[in-house]
């Protein structure tokens, strides 16, 4: 399995993401939806990358597609950004890694409707479009920090703006795309510097990982512990480990034991 091939059946599966006449469906009410969009992906990906490589598990966010049993195991998400993409947001991605071990080897994130394609294999750098990318080496001062408030655990939602405000006090700004995929992978090309999540699930940052990591960047749960990739975690990255260290420290003073 190449990660050119990887490309390719992205590619090829984002067709299924560009039309208008998609159906939405509530997961768990109005906060937590799914499209007949997503379910195309998802099975058109398990589907093309089964036959690429024999024997490999699925770990995927629709659909309880969770097949860990396997050395090699793609972790999907069909669209990541689904409220956006319901929407017309241009902030949605399908996301895919390929877990060996603890270890996410190859990643690809694609964002269809602006044609910006994201991608890694460990050990030879990270790349969007054909074109080498690297984090920035902005200071904490100058760093701008992407994040969200815990959309699925509102009872948390206090810690987590104590968190946005501490920083915001210390670095230069805040974004919200809306999309964890995408703006780890905004991060990994030096558009920001700084993200955090409270709780997201391993499909909505695998692929961006190998990404972030390979262009230089860092990432940790929020205890400063690495990545677990088969459960949902708090999510930090950086573009360095010293902001990722100051950044630990800042949301460490107001969330010491995370809850999911």
């Known amino acids: 399995m190449t990660l050119e091939t990887l490309k390719d059946i992205v590619k090829e599966a984002s067709g299924l993401m560009l039309t208008d006449t998609f159906e939405i469906s509530q997961k768990a009410g109005l906060v937590n939806i799914v499209t007949s969009s997503d379910i195309a992906v998802q099975d058109f990906l398990k589907q093309r990358l089964a036959e690429a490589l024999p024997g490999s598990g699925f770990l995927c966010e629709e659909e309880d597609a969770h097949d ?76 701008v920090m992407c994040t969200a408030l815990p959309l699925y655990r509102k009872q948390y939602t206090d810690l987590c703006s104590a968190v946005i405000v501490d920083f915001f006090k210390q670095g230069n700004d805040i974004r919200r795309f809306g999309a964890a995929a995408p703006e780890l992978c905004y991060l990994a090309m030096g558009r920001i510097e700084l993200f955090f999540e409270y709780c997201l699930s391993p499909w909505d940052f695998a692929g961006a990982s190998i990404i972030v990591e390979e262009a230089g960047g860092c990432l940790s749960n929020t205890v400063g512990e690495p990545l677990n990739y088969t459960r949902q975690s708090g999510v930090l990255a950086a573009n360095s480990r010293e902001n990722l260290a100051r950044l630990q420290s800042i949301v460490s003073a107001h969330i010491q034991n995370p809850t999911f």
């Open 68 to 143: 860990l049993k396997h050395d090699y195991v793609w972790v999907i998400d069909p669209i990541d950004g689904t409220a956006n993409y319901s929407r017309g947001i241009d902030q949605c991605a399908i996301s895919v890694g390929l877990k060996h071990g603890n270890a996410i080897e190859m990643g690809v994130v694609y964002l269809p409707r602006t044609d910006e394609m994201f991608y890694a294999e460990r050990g030879h750098g990270a790349w969007r479009n054909g074109k080498q990318i690297h984090v920035s080496d902005r200071p904490f001062a100058d760093c």
